[in-house]
């Protein structure tokens, strides 16, 4: 039973088009993040929710717009894709503070623009 | 702000121990942690030490901790082909819930 699930697990689209990638836990966690990690594999937060609001939000451009509609799923909505949006895009849950557990991540979304 | 930063890549032979490092700047990280991820896949929590141990050890795992110097490291004791992957340490920047990580070193277990 995944604890950490994202979908789609690929997307290639063309560059200007609107997409959505959607994470969902099992776990009974009330914090939920995005992370980027890109080709050199460095991984960098984007946003964090605690039961459903945001509590985390670096400096990301406007056309990236999370929402959690429960505390159990959070989606990310990008709009106008660019060429360097292209990366694998993680999904994370964690209880509270990470504490001893650390992050639960999911498989990841490569998202690649063309 | 906090930053992390480990050597970019290991390669040993099977059979022989691994040392991982990661220097981070933050002292006051309560928790440090040390992530796997294999290709195609998402990130595993291995192992994490609390700020005021020293060293932990778990099966093959141990972690040393040297918090004067800032300095965390990963061994693997006899090293196998199915540890080849990549390994990045993180710290909790405190009370944030924000975890950062280092570049990740990948690790190459040759036969």
């Known amino acids: 039973d995944t604890a950490v699930s994202q979908t789609p697990k690929y997307l290639v689209t063309q560059m200007g088009n609107d997409k959505s990638i959607k994470c969902e836990q099992n776990?009974?966690?009330?914090?939920m993040y995005w992370y980027k990690q890109d080709s050199k594999k460095f991984l960098k937060i984007m946003f964090s929710y605690n039961n459903k609001e945001l509590i985390i939000n670096e400096t990301v451009p406007n056309r990236f717009s999370p929402k959690s509609p429960d505390k159990a799923h959070l989606n990310l909505h990008i709009n106008s894709l660019e060429l360097g949006d292209s990366a694998v895009y993680f999904c994370a849950s964690s209880q509270g503070s990470t504490g001893d557990y650390g992050y639960t991540f999911g498989s990841g979304t490569r998202l690649t623009v063309v | 702000g906090e930053d992390v930063e480990q050597s970019l890549f290991l390669s040993v032979r099977e059979g022989d121990s691994s040392v991982i490092n990661c220097t981070y700047t933050?002292?006051?990280?309560?928790?440090l942690y040390w992530y796997k991820q294999e290709p195609g896949a998402g990130l595993q929590l291995l192992t994490y030490?609390?700020?005021?141990?020293d060293m932990k050890q778990d099966q093959r795992l141990t972690v040393l901790l040297n918090k004067k110097d800032k300095h965390l490291s990963l061994r693997i004791a006899d090293t196998q082909t199915g540890d080849s992957a990549i390994y990045f340490c993180?710290?909790?920047?405190?009370?944030?819930?924000?975890?950062?990580f280092g570049q990740g070193t990948t690790l190459q277990v040759k036969p």
């Open positions: 993180a710290g909790e920047i405190s009370n944030t819930g924000k975890l950062i």
């Open positions: 933050d002292s006051s990280s309560t928790y």
């Open positions: 030490i609390f700020s005021n141990m």
């Open positions: 776990l009974g966690h009330d914090t």
